[in-house]
Nanobody, 120 residues
């Protein structure tokens, strides 16, 4: 079994910053892509940012230049640095990881989410 646990969410004023973290634990052989998604009330879950095992990144247009994704493979963690936050960034943020377990079985895992609220 593999668990993903997010942390770092909270309430921040517009223009402020937050740093989200997601730690993976369990029967992990390796982790390929890691991503952050978000889901605002009444909206579909959307990709915010992703990072490959080789460090290549991609971002939603709405967060380019404001958010930075990074990973620490030694600690099986992924981070999302969020700057210049806007009220429209308010959402539950979910971590996703493509994990190969120790029995060489690959699948995607999700965390339970962390709430980010940006006040105007």
């Amino acid at each position: 079994q593999v668990q993903l646990v997010e942390s770092g969410g909270g309430l921040v004023q517009a223009g402020g910053s937050l740093r989200l973290s997601c730690a993976a634990s369990g029967s992990i052989f390796s982790i390929n892509g890691m991503s952050w998604y978000r889901q605002a009330p009444g909206k579909q879950r959307e990709l915010v940012a992703g990072i490959t095992r080789g460090g290549r990144t991609n971002y939603a247009d709405s967060v380019k230049g404001r958010f930075t994704i990074s990973r620490d493979d030694a600690k099986n963690t992924v981070h999302l640095q969020m700057n210049s936050l806007k009220p429209e960034d308010t959402a539950v943020y979910y971590c996703n990881a493509a994990v190969v377990t120790k029995d060489y079985y690959g699948r995607n895992y999700w965390g339970k989410g962390t709430l980010v609220t940006v006040s105007s």
